[in-house]
Each structure stands twice: as structure tokens, then as C-alpha cells.
């Protein structure tokens, strides 16, 4: 019954399929059955996934995963952040169930537009999680959600646009417009916290936006992704991290993959982890003037 469920399953459930309470309570007991949140059963330690579901099923009817919760939920987060161990699930304006461990947010009417179901849980859309996050977030946040989107191939532009005209006022809408109208999706991709500070360095000094992750394959075969690249200017970014680029064999590689690249007429810049997060002067003296020798039109630094 319970694997039926997606490794959960409510009381109501469990009372239809001929499990009385009292042999649910027994199960409780000797630890055959959890109860993680109200009304809820599943076996044993739940992973992220089935804990998600198990909150939604708490909430009742209508209830639907949300925010930072949804967003883990459909794969879009891909950095670290502060931890929230609550699950954040949307239930309607009358009702307001009280759940340890779950995030309970009332709304009026939650258009059925705005709801979709992934991996057996009712969740919001991309584009309303995306409003609803950039509520609480800077643009940027938003624009790494909508790259990774684009990526997993559940990016739809026109929810979007469709979105901001029936949402106009609300909370979260310039935020939305302003990442929707000005960044092209899937071109800042960061892998980590240091290609996301050196981006954040590009932005404040108001350079080109490079693409990130942009993948490419040098003259021996050997296939490549340039951390940043800005194509028209023909310059190619690299951020060391240490681990990745120490020792003689990875600098060798690292040293034949730029020799490579300027052979075709690509200056590599590269900036070291100690520079982008405690130095930054040193990598805008670095990359800038590349830049501007390549052709490249500085504008105003890009708010976050």
C-alpha cells in the first residue's frame, strides 16, 4: 500500500486498504511504520523526495510544494545556500493546518495554470515558483534558476509572459521581468560559488556578459567547457580552484589547453580562488584590459 504510494501513505488511505488503526499504531511502536508529519505514514527513514510528497499529503487537498522546497524538488538548485529543513507547501486561504516541519503558506485562489505535477507531486509551475521566489530573491537567483531550467528543458518563456500579464502588481514581478526581458537562458550556468564571484566581478565592472560552461574541442580531440567565454571577443575565462588545477600533470594540461587555444586566436585569462573571493582588483587588472584590447564596450555595472 505504502510503496503504492510513492513511499508514503495517509490514514485515510491506510483505513480504505483494511489497516486499522490499531495495527497502525502497533507498527508505530516497533518502528515499522514512521508517522513524519501529521496523518502521514511511510517505512522507515524517508529520503528528501518522499519526505517532499509525504508533506504535500499532510496538507490535504489542493495542497501543492512550493518555493525553495519546489525548486529542490524539480532539480533547479545547484549551489549551496543556507539550510531549511522545513518543507514549504501551499495551501488554500481558509485553511491553515499547523504541520511541524512544514512551511504552510496561504493564498487566495491558485489558478490551475499555475499547478503541475512532477514526479508524482503536486507542484508549482516554473514560472510561478520563479515569481514567487523572486518575492525574497535578487534577479540574479532568479536568472540561475531560469538557466537551469533551460537546461533541464522545462524553460517555457511563454508561461512566463503569460504569467507577468496576469500577476502585474503583485510581489516578485519586476524582479521576474526584469531577469525574463534581459538574460538570455542557459548562458550563465555556474558550476560554483567561485565561477558565480568571478561573474559577480564581470558584472560590477559593467563587461560583456560571457556565456558559461560553453563547450568546445581542442585541435588533439580532447573536448573542453571554457568556464567563460565572450566568442565575439574571441577571450576565454578559467577560475582555478586549487584542487582541480594542482599538481604537475593538471598544470601541464591546463598550460597545452591554453597554448591550444591562442593558437586559434583565443586569449585565456586565468584568475586564481584567493583572487576572485579576497582580491578582485587583481583579476579586473587582469581580465579588463584584455578585454578592452579585444574590442569589448564596458557599460554600467549590473545590479543584483
Not at 22 to 28: G, S, T
Not at 231 to 238: I, K, N, T, W, Y
Amino acid at each position: 500500500m505504502i510503496a503504492a504510494g510513492g513511499g508514503v501513505a495517509s490514514a485515510a488511505a491506510l483505513r480504505a486498504a483494511g489497516v486499522h488503526r490499531n495495527a497502525v499504531a502497533r507498527r508505530l511502536r516497533d518502528g515499522r511504520l514512521v508517522e513524519p508529519f501529521a496523518g502521514v505514514f511511510a517505512l522507515g527513514v524517508l529520503p528528501d523526495d518522499v519526505r517532499r510528497r509525504a508533506a504535500v499529503l499532510s496538507c490535504g487537498a489542493g495542497a501543492v510544494l512550493a518555493d525553495w522546497s519546489c525548486a529542490e524538488h524539480r532539480g533547479l538548485i545547484t549551489f549551496q545556500e543556507p539550510a531549511d529543513d522545513r518543507v514549504h507547501v501551499i495551501v488554500g486561504e481558509r485553511r491553515c493546518p499547523r504541520r511541524p516541519g512544514i512551511a504552510v503558506h496561504r493564498v487566495g485562489t491558485l489558478d490551475p495554470r499555475d499547478v503541475v505535477e512532477h514526479d508524482g507531486v503536486r507542484c508549482l509551475t516554473v514560472a510561478r515558483l520563479l515569481l514567487r521566489l523572486a518575492a525574497t530573491r535578487d534577479a540574479r537567483f532568479v536568472e540561475r534558476l531560469i538557466d537551469e531550467a533551460a537546461y533541464q528543458g522545462s524553460w517555457r518563456p511563454w508561461e512566463v509572459e503569460e504569467l507577468l500579464v496576469r500577476t502585474r502588481g503583485q510581489r516578485g514581478h519586476a524582479v521576474l521581468e526584469q531577469a525574463f526581458r534581459r538574460h538570455v537562458p542557459g548562458t550563465t550556468r555556474t558550476q560554483n560559488e567561485l565561477e558565480e564571484a568571478f561573474l559577480a566581478i564581470c558584472d560590477a565592472q559593467g563587461w560583456p556578459r560571457p556565456i558559461c560552461q560553453q563547450p568546445d574541442t581542442l585541435r588533439s580531440g580532447r573536448r573542453i567547457r571554457h568556464d567563460f567565454l565572450w566568442p565575439d571577443l574571441r577571450v576565454a575565462g578559467e577560475t582555478d580552484g586549487g584542487r582541480g588545477h594542482a599538481g604537475a600533470y593538471r598544470q601541464a594540461r591546463d598550460a597545452e589547453r591554453d597554448a591550444d587555444l591562442r593558437a586559434r586566436g583565443i586569449e585565456v585569462v586565468r584568475a586564481q580562488w584567493d583572487e576572485v573571493f579576497h582580491r578582485p582588483a587583481v583579476v579586473v587588472a587582469r581580465v579588463g584590459p584584455v578585454l578592452l584590447a579585444r574590442g569589448a564596450r564596458f557599460g554600467r555595472p549590473r545590479r543584483r
